[in-house]
Each structure stands twice: as structure tokens, then as C-alpha cells.
């Protein structure tokens, strides 16, 4: 295996803890909606509803209004959630300073995320991450998405690497890891929770975990 030049990341559920943070933005609108009870039984379905962030959030809102007879029309809740879900974002396992270490020891970094610009770019900002890695690429804007073998070469060339000096990690195995796999990378699962039991990819719990391979 070449040596490792470069890691890049995936943004939700790998460098921002996308669970804590959405409960935590659950427990804002319980707050905002004045609910008078049920409160942490409806965080726990908003968080089932939102499944890692594949559901519309449409969708979201017409099963959670059947199950809680929700004082807001759809267009509110959307609106809400547009402004207010990404304001406290935090991190996996202290990802922001890792991401400082890495650079520390000469490892190039980045971002390769799925999903709306004005969202992704909103968590990024918030994360602190901008100026802690080296590119950051976003569906949207360029025009391809994991598992595009493409959106990984694409990273690899703006950092001026080879595909085989990258190590690339995520939470999800066919966007991130057979993806990236796919486009000459290590790919590594990140599976805090175990969502994988049976897949014989390489995994890892903590993303520490990543200074082994530098």
C-alpha cells in the first residue's frame, strides 16, 4: 500500500455527531412548540423519523403531526428547521482537533459530503472546520455524489495526491467505503453503531483510530 498522503472525511454521522446534534434540535422545537409533556418520547421519534437524514423532512412532519397533534402548520416546521437545525452542530470524538493533529503531522485532509450546499456549508461553518482541512467538496456543487468514484478523484487531485495515498471514512458502506474503495482509496467504515455486524470491511468506533495508519 502506498504511503498515506491524505484522509478525507465524510461530514454527517462521521465528523458531526448528526444523532446528538438533531436531539439536540429536537429538544429546541419541543421548546419553541410548548409541548406540555411527552418530551423526550417525541426526541426519540423525531430521531427514528429523521433516520440519519434520508427522510423528507415533509414526511417527518406528517408523522409527527398524526402522533402529536403538532400546534404548526408544515410550512413553519420547515421553516424552523431550516434555521435553526444546524446552529449548535457538534463533533465525533473531538474530530475538530484531530483534524488540527493531522495537519500537525503533515497529513493533507478534507471533506467529501453528500447533500444541499447551504446546509452542508452551514454545518462546516459552525463545526469550526473550514480552516482545518484542506478541501471540501459538496454534491451539489460540483455536480457528482458518493459513490461516484469521480467525487473522490476530484479531492484527490485538488490536494494533488494519488488516489492510493487517500484514506477515506465515513458512516455509511456503500456511499463512503465501496465507493471510495471503488475509486482506488482505503476505505474505513465508521461504525459507532454497529449498524455493519456482518460486513467484513474494515471498520473503526473512534476516529482517533485513524492515527494508527500515519
Known amino acids: 500500500m502506498s504511503q498515506i498522503k491524505a484522509i478525507l472525511f465524510d461530514l454527517d454521522g462521521t465528523l458531526f455527531n448528526r444523532q446528538q446534534s438533531i436531539a439536540a434540535y429536537a429538544q429546541q422545537l419541543v421548546l419553541d412548540l410548548q409541548m406540555k409533556e411527552n418530551h423526550a ?3 426519540d421519534t423525531f430521531l427514528k423519523l429523521d433516520n440519519h437524514g434520508y427522510a423528507n423532512k415533509a414526511e417527518v412532519y406528517g408523522a409527527l403531526q398524526k402522533q402529536f ?3 404548526c402548520t408544515e410550512t413553519w416546521f ?4 431550516e434555521e435553526h437545525a444546524w446552529l449548535h452542530p457538534q463533533c465525533h470524538d473531538h474530530a475538530d482537533t484531530l483534524l488540527v ?3 500537525n503531522k503533515g497529513i493533507k485532509t478534507g471533506i467529501i459530503t453528500n447533500g444541499i450546499t447551504a446546509f452542508q456549508r452551514t454545518k462546516i461553518k459552525n463545526l469550526h472546520l473550514e480552516d482545518r482541512v484542506d478541501v471540501i ?9 458518493k459513490p ?4 473522490f478523484s476530484l479531492a484527490a487531485n485538488t490536494l494533488g ?5 487517500c484514506i477515506f471514512i465515513g458512516d455509511h458502506l456503500e456511499h463512503d467505503v465501496l465507493g471510495s474503495t471503488a475509486a482506488g482509496m482505503k476505505g474505513i467504515l465508521y461504525d459507532t453503531y454497529n449498524s455493519y455486524p456482518k460486513e467484513s470491511v474494515q471498520k473503526m468506533k473512534n476516529l482517533r483510530e485513524v492515527l494508527h495508519f500515519v
Open 41 to 43: 418520547h417525541f426526541v
Open 69 to 71: 397533534d403538532l400546534l
Open 78 to 81: 420547515l421553516r424552523h428547521w
Open 101 to 103: 493533529e493531522l495537519r
Open 137 to 145: 467538496l459538496i454534491s451539489e456543487e460540483i455536480g457528482y455524489q
Open 148 to 151: 461516484d468514484p469521480t467525487i
Open 161 to 165: 495526491v494519488l488516489n492510493s495515498e
